[in-house]
């Protein structure tokens, strides 16, 4: 067993707000595991950026089944984390995970039907060590499955306890509309939609975000940094480390001269703010009241608290 022990008080400088119409309380920020706790990264490295996060009153961990590299390893590195440090913790955390990426070969590892969300999830919680997650979300739509069955598994996956609350990701908005209606229709009401949402990526702000409002569910942005476009690692060039060199996500010709202009003028406003830009980029998207929370990634304990601070964590 770890000798980690939390440091106190952690609540009092994490602002958290209400998901939706719902009794929980999420912090403004939350850490994701998209990237940097596959396989291959240091498990002290990760287990120290989860504890220091926990550290700043960071309740909220998301996940997914095919987060990695490889598969599942993101969730083996939270469950491993999980029992050295923050088990004792259960009642004081939210953790998420999803389903709906290709995950195993064959017909039933991926997308939407009953037989995969309930095969993925059970999955997910041997990796993590868990009973249940507080939070299980359809993570993207399928067009072949019917919509009311991917619907009544995330019902009948609350109902017998394996996790809290349903959630939808990358849902349009038509579907959303049909989900948020299912579920209350169902009595598990939608908890939270997430969605991809930054200073460069707002197409969010026409329906998702008001949608989500007026249906009384919660919004959580991924991608907040737009995969670190939205950092000053990019001012002066591409470094030769950076994700966009090495990343299937992001691409060189996305950062064309006007962009790059852009970054620079807002990078500019920050300074004049006196915070730095991945700071001001968080703070932009927490203005918005739909915005529950916003998921961060971190590859080290610097990085996380340059974005905790955004918060004033």
Not at 22 to 36: D, E, K, R, T
Not at 177 to 193: G, I, K, M, N, S
Not at 221 to 231: E, R, V
């Amino acid at each position: 067993m770890d000798n980690y022990r939390l440091t106190a008080p952690r609540y009092e400088a994490m602002p958290y707000r209400r998901c939706g119409r719902s009794g929980l309380l999420l912090p403004a920020v939350s850490l994701g595991f998209w990237h940097n706790f596959g396989e291959a990264a240091d498990p002290d490295v990760c287990r120290k950026i989860v504890e220091t996060a926990f550290d700043h009153g960071v309740t909220y961990f998301d996940l997914a089944n095919n987060y990695g590299p490889p598969y599942g390893s993101a969730e083996t590195t939270f469950g491993r984390i999980f029992g050295q440090s923050l088990r004792p913790h259960r009642d004081e955390i939210i953790i998420a995970t999803k389903a709906g990426y290709d995950m195993w070969p064959g017909p039933y590892g991926e997308w939407g039907s009953r037989k995969y969300l309930m095969a993925s999830l059970d999955q997910s919680l041997k990796r993590m060590g868990l009973d249940y997650v507080d939070i299980f979300y359809s993570h993207r739509p399928d067009p072949l499955t019917p919509l009311e069955e991917t619907m009544q598994a995330l019902v009948d996956i609350v109902r017998c306890g394996k996790a809290l609350y349903a959630g939808i990701s990358n849902y349009p908005a038509d579907m959303a509309a049909q989900a948020y209606a299912y579920l209350r229709e169902a009595h598990v009401p939608c908890l939270v939609y997430q969605g991809r949402y930054n200073m460069l990526d707002r197409e969010h702000e026409a329906d998702i975000l008001p949608q989500a409002a007026a249906d009384g569910v919660g919004y959580v942005a991924f991608s907040p940094l737009a995969q670190g476009l939205l950092t000053d690692r990019y001012l002066d060039g591409i470094p030769a480390d950076s994700r966009m060199r090495t990343s299937q996500y992001l691409n060189e010709n996305a950062l064309t001269p006007e962009l790059l202009a852009q970054l620079r003028k807002w990078n500019e406003e920050a300074r004049a703010e006196g915070v730095t830009l991945a700071q001001y980029a968080l703070r932009w998207i927490l203005r918005r009241p739909e915005v529950t929370s916003v998921i961060v990634g971190a590859r080290t304990v610097e990085q996380l608290l340059d974005s905790l601070s955004a918060a004033g964590a």
